[in-house]
């Protein structure tokens, strides 16, 4: 089959559409990270053994490794649609064994974000299809929550608390995932954190005490929003 003539005189491996500033991109990145350190690449090829374990949102402005400085292969991540951690999601329960059991993380983070769309979308109501059901978690948190964040005058000031209440219902929920309370019965070293980032300036900070033990005897704290844990499964 003759090729298009747009294509005709074409490197390979070279793209003439609209994608090939990434390419380029790509590239220049490699060249400049080789200049930088002749070894990285080589590293990243023998090994991957990250102490991080990153749940966050999809949303393209909270880039996991960039906002706290990492390189990668320092950090695991997963992400999706309002950074949940259900444990009924195949996608989401094979990252978190593989981070637990095989690469022996020490460290999860829930990462949530002000100004969520999958929670700004859970407060409206819901329509049929993926999303409303993906979403149906934050509804049941906030249904927990209606009372105080009803009063609320201001919806911005209501959606920042829902993504900081579904963070700590993330966490909760985290806390007795199997794959952890192996892990924590097994006498493993490894904790759970919830942390919230704000576009507006860049900057992380914990929603939550950090969990090191199975819930029956660790300590929650209701120290930043004053609620209790959830259960993400109210009906």
């Not at 590239?27 to 400049?32: A, D, L, P, T």
């Not at 100004?115 to 948190?141: F, K, M, N, Y």
Request: with cysteine.
């Amino acid at each position: 089959m003759t090729a298009p003539a747009s294509d005709a005189g074409a490197e390979p491996g070279h793209d003439p559409g609209p994608l090939a500033g990434l390419l380029q991109r790509n590239r220049s990145w490699v060249e400049r990270k080789t200049r930088a350190d002749p070894e990285f690449f080589a590293r990243l090829v023998e090994q991957q053994c990250p102490d991080y374990f990153w749940i966050g949102c999809s949303d393209s402005r909270v880039p996991a490794t960039e906002i706290v400085d990492l390189d990668p292969g320092e950090m695991f991540v997963h992400r999706n649609v309002a950074n949940l951690a259900s444990a009924d999601d195949p996608n989401f329960q094979a990252a978190l064994v593989f981070a637990v059991e095989v690469l022996r993380v020490r460290h999860i983070l829930v990462v949530g974000h002000y100004g969520c769309g999958g929670v700004r979308a859970a407060l409206a109501p819901p329509e049929p299809g993926p999303i409303a059901a993906w979403l149906s978690p934050i509804r049941a948190t906030l249904r927990s929550h209606r009372a105080s964040l009803a009063g609320m005058t201001d919806g911005e000031t209501a959606c920042d608390r829902l993504c900081e209440l579904n963070v700590m219902a993330q966490v909760a929920q985290l806390a007795e995932n199997p794959a952890l309370t192996a892990a924590w019965s097994q006498g493993r070293e490894l904790s759970l954190h919830g942390w919230i980032y704000a576009i507006r300036d860049g900057l992380l900070k914990p929603v939550c005490e950090t969990i090191s033990q199975p819930l029956d005897r660790a300590r929650p704290t209701p120290s930043i929003l004053d609620v209790e844990w959830l259960d993400c499964n109210v009906a």
